[in-house]
């Protein structure tokens, strides 16, 4: 029970505007949150804080005064109006075609009033929601409420980075238990070896949308099994498992418990791919059905996005310890030999451990990247679960990220847009938001830059005051923060993860250069950054070690400011205020990359490697590039980068900076801004993120789970005799020697082939020209044509293939083939002629 105090009865609605996390990107109660308790607000921009900090006597104070009161009406009117108005979803009548979607994902990052993220994954979890209630999409998130969030970041005055863990008080954050009807608290049981977990469920209120988290922290627990989802991303093996196995096994019992509507279970990740299997366990046990029966029902029903470009970054968990886990939570249904096949390919486990991205590929009916390049590489990762398919046949699609635009622009931003496109424009698709913005004329975008380069300075001094003064500096250093940076000067940013790969020493590579670039006489830039390195990564701790020493010489340090703890409110201010966004990543390195985007609707510019999402959305005339983007890795790609990197800045960005014409505005950079602002906002904002994973994840997987399921599952026990029929089969297919006839146009083909126990019709014969000497690689569906006699189970497939090729660059292959399952990515077998 959280201790709650009572507010008086004209009052009582600001704990509904408190408790809906909308306050983290609408910004319409903000002057009532200030007139509550303007230092409490303006301390904490945290609506719930200034209701539980305020006192009692200005409470009584503010209940008395009517203007206050009906300044509090408006607003709820207002929210609630939010809340019922007809969304795009429901305009678009899309709801009779999908229920609902749970997005499981380890982090969820909303804002810094509920800190249960790390980095960009938790953004991109927090955004989604945001824009999910923006359209009205029905979707719920799944996630841990973690004792303790990521670390604090302190950074001593010779530069050493401390962390600080601080706890995660439930009573302080903006979310509430979730209650059975009796009005006990709704508690999720998970078996684990010898005893039963309960899960206390809490629900954040994020405008349309629900955020669950579990809680292990329960007294009813034993005390170790209370820590279990004490640190995001901590504790190692056995206990990390069990994290899982909470966010899959229960965060699956609380969408049935709570959301039996929802049909798509969205794995972010392979962490919660643990959902899957209760997903059908809990599935056979109703229909009556087998469990492998249940996976094939279900199966239509998972999605998949796997975020990460390196595969040494996915989970692994020894078998035998799992074994233990498997028999307490499944009790024999299914069973372990059947559980041993699922993290892995067709065949049995070759390394005795369970790869939870690989399971969660493996049970999903969709997969994704998360940007155009990482599709790409994800396509090559996870190629082993795909033996002898091609690689770019490997079932993975890619839907690039994008950033939710009303958490990350600034307010002059926000009216800007709004005049130009109107307040509902992220709901339109983003060509139509394109041509009206051509219209926004340059003294206006010039003046939005200045004044958000103003408000940058601004709040960078107040922060590194405070920060001099906790990494122990004397009043006189303390004092110069009053004096860094100038509000007219070209502004770069930086700020992310401190990590080998993302190169955040690369601008410091040459620190005389760097140096003239900052202490120009007439075209100087400046420069601010931020970022944490993972507790373990000593490299990275170097690197924040060495920009902490460049930014305190006395001869730089007005013109580069490094802020400790970076997250999402100093995110904020950030890309707010800079002019030009840096990203170094090293290539292919970068999944997606979201910081960029956000600078996108401030009129900032980006400046990055061809990496990520900006590998598909560089044009010259609204950003600049480092890299061509074709290059393969090689020794000195860090210092041609960095020659890039400073070239750039030096001869294109400086310079166009300052090119001002009689009036003070410098024409060819609002050129720029306005190009970057009109063709890349929307199209890498999250509504359209969003609306991309509806009509290519959702609505399918919707579709083919309806089809599956209708009629007590029969056309998924259908296809599990099917697969079953043709796993058994499929070691006896021959392929015989093809005839190829040559024709005017291209080639006449007919192959025998030999399929034994398996029917014609559940195959596909093809033939695959090799992307050889030029030729993208092609698939040609060759059709039946009749029995060889003399022969049992043999037949003659024909086709014609149109083209120059020579006979020699195909090959035949069988394919299973049944309506509805998709191959390769739920039946690898194919077969190859030798
Ligand atoms: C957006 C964001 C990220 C992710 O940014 P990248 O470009 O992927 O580095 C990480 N942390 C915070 C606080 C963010 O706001």
Redesign the pocket.
């Known amino acids: 029970m959280i201790p709650w105090r009572d507010l008086p009865a004209p009052l009582a609605a600001l704990r509904e505007l408190a408790l809906d996390l909308r306050w983290t990107w609408s910004h319409e109660a903000d002057e009532l949150w200030a007139r509550v308790d303007d230092v409490l607000w303006r301390g904490t921009r945290n609506p719930w804080t200034v209701l539980d900090d305020v006192s009692t006597q200005r409470l009584a104070e503010l209940a008395a005064d009517a203007g206050f009161v009906a300044h509090l009406d408006r607003l709820v009117v207002a929210r609630r109006a939010y809340l019922t108005d007809r969304s795009w979803f429901a305009e678009e009548r899309l709801g009779a075609r999908l229920g609902g979607v749970a997005w499981f994902s380890m982090e969820f990052?909303l804002g810094e009033a509920l800190p249960l993220y790390a980095?960009?994954l938790g953004?991109l979890a927090g955004d989604f929601l945001k824009a999910a209630s923006d359209l009205g999409l029905p979707v719920i998130g799944i996630g841990l409420l973690y004792q303790e969030g990521y670390f604090r970041q302190m950074i001593d005055a010779e530069g050493r980075q401390f962390e600080a863990f601080p706890y995660n008080d439930p009573s302080s954050m903006p979310i509430e238990p979730v209650r059975e009807a009796g009005g006990g608290w709704l508690r999720i049981p998970v078996e684990l070896p010898g005893r039963v977990l309960q899960l206390r469920v809490w629900r954040v209120i994020v405008g349309r949308t629900r955020l669950y988290l579990l809680d292990s922290n329960d007294p009813v627990n034993g005390p170790v099994d209370r820590g279990i989802a004490g640190k995001l991303y901590g504790g190692g093996g056995e206990m990390r498992m069990m994290q899982e196995i909470v966010l899959g096994i229960g965060g699956w019992r609380l969408v049935e418990a709570l959301h039996p509507e929802i049909e798509v279970c969205h794995l972010n990740e392979g962490h919660a791919a643990f959902a899957v299997l209760e997903r059908a366990r809990a599935f056979a046990k109703r229909h009556g059905l087998s469990f492998s029966e249940a996976l094939w029902a279900t199966r239509a029903g998972n999605v998949f996005t796997t975020h990460t470009p390196v595969a040494a970054g996915f989970d692994r968990y020894p078998l035998d310890a799992l074994t233990r886990y498997v028999q307490a939570w499944a009790a024999g249904e299914p069973t372990f030999a059947e559980l041993q096949q699922l993290g892995v390919t067709e065949g049995p486990i070759s390394d005795g451990a369970l790869n939870m991205a690989y399971l969660a590929a493996r049970r999903a009916f969709l997969s994704f990247g998360v940007s155009r390049l990482h599709g790409a590489v994800s396509r090559r990762i996870f190629q082993p679960l795909y033996p002898r398919w091609p690689e770019h046949e490997v079932p993975f699609g890619h839907i690039t990220n994008g950033?939710h635009a009303p958490t990350w622009d600034s307010a002059e931003a926000d009216a800007i847009w709004t005049r130009a496109c109107g307040k509902e424009r992220w709901r339109h698709e983003p060509e139509d938001m394109g041509e009206r913005c051509e219209m926004i004329e340059d003294q206006e975008l010039w003046a939005l830059r200045g004044a958000a380069r103003e408000a940058l300075v601004r709040s960078v001094r107040t922060r590194l005051g405070v920060h001099l003064s906790g990494r122990g500096h004397p009043p006189e250093v303390v004092a110069v923060s009053e004096t860094v940076l100038d509000p007219n000067v070209l502004t770069l940013g930086f700020a992310?993860?401190f990590t080998a790969y993302k190169r955040p020493d690369l601008l410091l590579s040459d620190p005389a250069r760097l140096a003239r670039l900052l202490c120009d006489e007439t075209r100087p830039a400046q420069l601010v950054l931020a970022g944490k390195a993972h507790p373990d990564d000593e490299a990275g701790k170097r690197m924040i070690q060495e920009w902490i020493r460049f930014a305190q010489d006395p001869r730089y340090r007005r013109r580069v400011v490094f802020l400790e703890d970076?997250?999402?409110s100093?995110?904020q201010e950030l890309v707010r205020g800079v002019d030009v966004w840096i990203?170094t990543p090293r290539r292919p390195w970068?999944a997606?990359?979201?910081?960029?985007m956000?600078v996108l609707v401030n009129g900032g510019l980006n400046l990055s490697t061809l990496d990520g999402w900006w590998e598909e959305a560089y044009r010259p005339d609204l950003g600049w590039a480092i890299g061509d983007g074709k290059v393969a890795e090689s020794a000195d790609q860090d210092s041609r980068d960095a020659e890039e990197l400073y070239a750039v800045l030096e001869r294109e960005a400086a310079p166009t900076f300052y090119d001002r014409d009689a009036s003070g505005i410098p024409r060819a950079w609002v050129a720029r801004m306005r190009r970057s602002m009109t063709d890349l906002t929307a199209k890498y904002g999250a509504s359209r993120m969003v609306r991309e994973y509806l009509d290519k994840a959702y609505l399918p997987a919707a579709r083919a789970l309806h089809e599956r399921v209708a009629d007590g599952g029969a056309g998924a026990k259908a296809m599990a005799a099917w697969s079953g029929r043709l796993k058994n089969a499929w070691p006896n297919i021959h392929i015989g020697q093809p005839d190829y006839v040559r024709q005017a146009d291209g080639w006449e083909v007919s192959v025998p082939v030999y399929l034994g126990e398996i029917a014609p019709a559940d195959v596909r014969m093809e033939i695959y020209g090799e992307p050889l000497s030029g030729f993208a690689p092609e698939v040609i569906a060759l059709s039946h044509d009749g029995a060889i006699t003399g022969a049992v189970g043999a037949y003659f497939w024909r086709g014609r293939i149109p083209g120059a090729r020579p006979a020699d660059d195909y090959t035949a292959r069988v394919v299973p083939s049944h309506a509805g399952v998709r191959t390769p990515a739920e039946i690898a077998l194919i077969h190859w002629q030798r």
């Open positions: 990052g980095g960009g953004v950033v992310r993860r970076y997250d999402i100093l995110a990203n970068e997606c990359g979201t910081s960029g956000k």
